[in-house]
């Protein structure tokens, strides 16, 4: 039976995460607004998670929000994972260099997973989730920042229209990203009760659209598709690109905008005691009485 296509060329990326490793505290701001934003969750959450991991940890970013946080006497044992060697050698602690799509960890041992912008480069996203959940224990917690659809809108869109304009055709040259459409759906396909997802759209103002350029390459979020173009972007459609993005996404304030979606999903394992959904119909209290307004059959517009 054929597995899942292959999207992503992992090793690529390995590589480029080694490449982006020492470096990669100077580009670290999307990591540190996911790792952060996860921190407040677990705050919120009147719970211990006696052995946690965190699934990409590049640096050890979440660990070092975690430590100057509240939620921090919340869990006695973090086990950090990273595809990059390099990355994990900058972080502290307890660590292990492991491909997030093949986890290390036995059914049922850990307490908690997260993972901040890492498993969007998963070419079996659902294969992974449900490798999370099995290492949960029952009524375990996973919490996942992804890149969502909306990242690099702007540089996806010059890129296309310059190598159009200058080859006739282009290829894909700035990853796929998770739809937020699709995200609780994934949580429940992969046997997580309880799935919320939630987005954080981030607006970067840049100096230059190469700074940008820049950027990603000291995160390690270069272009590893399979199927990425063969051809490399010439010196002329890069200059083309850039001249687009300079006139359509130009602020006020001379610098230019970059988007970065991301898509905070939340799932835990099942568990019996856990609360259940109500079953349709079965509600006691009218919605429409709950907000003290007038009932009106499907198709009646309101009046104005």
């Known amino acids: 039976m054929a597995g899942p296509p292959l999207i992503f060329d992992r090793r690529l990326h390995a590589r480029r995460l080694q490449r982006a490793g020492p470096g990669f505290a100077a580009a670290d701001f999307l990591k540190q607004r996911a790792a952060g934003d996860i921190v407040e969750r677990l705050e919120a959450i009147n719970r211990r998670f006696p052995l946690s991991a965190d699934l990409g940890a590049r640096d050890g970013t979440f660990a070092r929000a975690l430590a100057a946080s509240e939620a921090a006497d919340k869990i006695d044992t973090l086990v950090q994972t990273d595809l990059s060697p390099a990355m994990l050698a900058r972080s502290q602690g307890l660590r292990i260099a492991a491909d997030e799509e093949r ?15 890492a498993l969007h480069w998963a070419n079996d996203l659902v294969g992974t989730l449900i490798q999370v959940r099995r290492a949960l224990r029952p009524d375990g917690l996973f919490i996942g920042a992804f890149l969502g659809g909306s990242t690099l809108m702007e540089l996806r869109a010059c890129l296309v229209e310059a190598e159009v304009r200058l080859r006739g055709g282009a290829g894909p040259r700035v990853s796929p990203f998770l739809d937020v459409a699709d995200a609780p759906g994934l949580l429940q396909r992969a046997g997580f ?76 394992a099942p568990h019996p005691d856990q609360q259940k959904p109500l079953r349709p119909g079965s509600a006691k209290t009218r919605l429409a009485d709950a907000l003290h307004t007038r009932e009106r059959p499907a198709g009646e517009r309101a009046g104005g």
């Open 103 to 117: 986890l290390p960890f036995a059914d049922e041992s850990l307490d908690l997973v997260v993972s901040s912008l």
């Open 193 to 268: 009760a309880l799935p919320v997802a939630d987005t954080d759209l981030v607006s970067v103002g840049y100096e230059h659209p190469l700074k940008l350029l820049a950027d990603l390459r000291a995160m390690g979020e270069t272009n590893a598709l399979i199927d990425r173009p063969r051809q490399p972007l010439t010196r002329s459609m890069l200059q083309l690109a850039v001249d687009l993005y300079l006139e359509r996404h130009a602020r006020p304030d001379g610098r230019v905008t970059a988007s970065f979606e991301i898509l905070t999903l939340t799932g835990w």
